[in-house]
């Protein structure tokens, strides 16, 4: 009895531990392609592998704790994959976005700072900005499915026999997780890319700004 729990226990030690190298793997093409996508956005490559692995990390460990999917390869992976691609896409459009909209607003940003504002008082605006543009084309998505698409997991089920209300409930638990990670990443992304916009001064840095 004893030999057969040490079993279960070295089992599951095993599938988590290919879990943590696959999900690094689908991070670290995350961060590379992002940050090489972000090329004007200083540290984006180190900015977007923490916003993605923390996003995905924070929303797979819910979906572990709340027993939505089981802690094995077989669902873990994909899933993850999943929300690694869809963070990747909306961080690399809040970095650039977050960006361009200081460079084009420079000089209120600086009159800002004058004015004795703190660079995130400063770039308040443009952050807001930079997310809400970043997470629409989700927020769009979510409002239209199943009235004018209907996605690649519900409809597989359907095809194949499942239940449509076991389909649309899996499709629920889907898009709630991609929101979940969508946002989570882009928030942590404006936290860890606009510091790197300033000098230690509080000064814009002009470097990042004068390169297109």
Request: net charge positive.
């Amino acid at each position: 009895m004893v030999r057969l729990q040490r079993v279960k226990i070295e089992n599951l030690r095993q599938k988590g531990l290919q879990n943590e190298i696959v999900l690094i793997k689908q991070v670290s093409v995350a961060g590379y392609t992002t940050g090489h996508s972000a090329l004007h956005v200083p540290r984006g490559m180190y900015v977007a592998g923490g916003s993605i692995l923390v996003g995905t990390a924070v929303t797979m460990i819910v979906l572990v704790v709340l027993n939505v999917f089981p802690l094995t390869p077989r669902y873990i992976i994909p899933v993850a994959g999943m929300m690694v691609g869809n963070a990747m896409t909306t961080t690399g459009v809040t970095s650039k976005r977050l960006r361009d909209d200081i460079k084009v607003q420079i000089n209120l940003v600086e009159t800002t700072l004058a004015l004795g504002a703190t660079p995130r008082q400063a770039t308040a605006q443009q952050v807001k900005r930079a997310l809400v543009i970043a997470l629409s084309p989700v927020l769009d998505n979510a409002k239209t499915i199943g009235l004018i698409s209907l996605p690649g997991a519900m409809t597989g089920m359907i095809m194949g026999g499942a239940s449509p209300l076991e389909a649309i409930q899996l499709q629920i638990v889907v898009m709630s997780m991609l929101f979940g990670t969508s946002t989570l990443s882009c928030i942590i992304s404006t936290y860890l890319s606009w510091p790197n916009f300033f000098t230690k001064t509080f000064q814009l840095e002009t470097t990042v700004f004068s390169s297109d």
